[in-house]
């Protein structure tokens, strides 16, 4: 072969040989680790199946031992996941008043690295106080709160619904179903905002980042829920970016509230309620007040175009709710009327 036409194939060769080079050293991708309720995300309302002694943690629901079982979902690729857990009851007040109790699920850390799910092992289970359709229709609308509470502030829990399928290992009883949602772990809350979480207690409204105090209480008011407080750290959690910077508040727990309206919520006789819907300011007024209220207004479509289309909740509830929100929405439109709220 003459020596020009070897280096004509040469190089037309050259492209092939390095593809096939690359392709000989290129290692397969990683799936790319994901948490758990980010593997849930991809639909609505998820089928989950808890495997364990779930009729011993029911009737023996003030033993708050661990009892061990799996945990059981398919992602978003319809590949099945099973994963080793620990749970247990927790609680305070749903613990005492509720048929079926609030759980804690802890997942195993070994398991979620070997399946690449991100380390995030503890999970907040939050289900029905008995069940009937009064008690899932409570649930639905306190998840409907940590779903508005989202719309309007930057430092929110995700939550994720789901239909918990409890399968008794020792009896294999499956009476036990019923709708329930999950709450994002403080741990993967801080990850994805960039914060750190602090204990402490006697917290008052100046340790606290203003404009976001603002947003929260508000909103709090919105829903008529005065089962919070500052400096108890009740039903907040506390947050900041770094050691100079104030507290963020991210309150959880809404069951008390007034948009809930739960047959067992009672007054509140600290602040002199008369019922759970009557709505009680708890915060200091600021100068991101009026900003505030602001924002609130521009959200106002978007909260009830929310509540319009949530499929798990019935009619008669909708109606309900918006009927309770607008005079919510009609004060903030009215000077005298918030003058009369915010200025004492």
């Known amino acids: 072969m003459k020596p020009t036409s070897f280096l004509f194939l040469l190089f037309l060769l050259l492209p092939i040989l390095s593809v096939a080079q690359v392709s000989t050293n290129t290692k397969p991708k990683k799936k790319k680790k994901q948490s758990l309720l980010s593997l849930m995300d991809y639909r609505e309302i998820i089928p989950v199946t808890l495997e364990g002694e779930i009729t011993d943690l029911i009737e023996n629901k003030f033993n708050q031992k661990e009892r061990t079982g799996s945990f059981t979902f398919s992602d978003s690729l319809g590949q099945e996941i099973t994963l080793p857990v620990r749970f247990e009851t927790r609680g305070k007040t749903r613990l005492v008043r509720c048929d079926i109790p609030p759980v804690m699920v802890y997942i195993d850390k070994p398991a979620l690295k070997d399946q690449r799910i991100k380390d995030y092992p503890k999970l907040k289970v939050v289900v029905p106080c008995f069940q009937d359709n009064l008690s899932e229709e409570y649930l639905y609308r306190e998840l409907l709160i940590y779903k508005l509470y989202a719309l309007v502030s930057d430092f929110y829990f995700r939550v994720q619904a789901a239909e918990m399928i409890c399968l008794d290992k020792v ?17 993967e809350f801080r990850k994805r905002t960039d914060t750190e979480e602090l204990s402490e207690y006697s917290i008052t409204w100046s340790d606290l980042e203003p404009e976001q105090a603002q947003i929260t209480a508000l909103f709090q008011y919105m829903i008529s829920n005065t089962d919070w407080k500052i400096d108890h750290k009740h039903n907040l959690k506390y947050f900041k970016k770094d ?24 007054p509140n006789p600290d602040y002199q309620q008369e019922s759970i819907r009557q709505r009680i300011y708890l915060g200091k007024r600021n100068k991101f007040l009026n900003k505030t209220i602001k924002h609130f207004l521009s959200k106002e479509a978007e909260i009830f175009e929310m509540i319009a289309e949530d499929t798990r909740l019935s009619e008669a509830s909708k ?26």
């Not at 009896?171 to 741990?187: L, M, Q, R």
């Not at 439109?333 to 003058?339: G, I, N, Q, V």
């Open 171 to 187: 009896t294999k009883d499956t009476t036990h179903n019923f709708p329930a949602f999950f709450i994002e772990s403080d741990k």
């Open 243 to 266: 050691t100079a910077s104030p507290l963020i508040i991210v309150p959880y727990d809404f069951d008390y509230s007034g948009l809930v309206n739960t047959h067992y919520a009672k």
């Open 319 to 344: 109606t309900d709710i918006k009927s309770f929100l607008i005079p919510f929405f009609d004060l903030l439109k009215s000077k005298k009327a918030r003058r009369k709220v915010f200025n004492r």
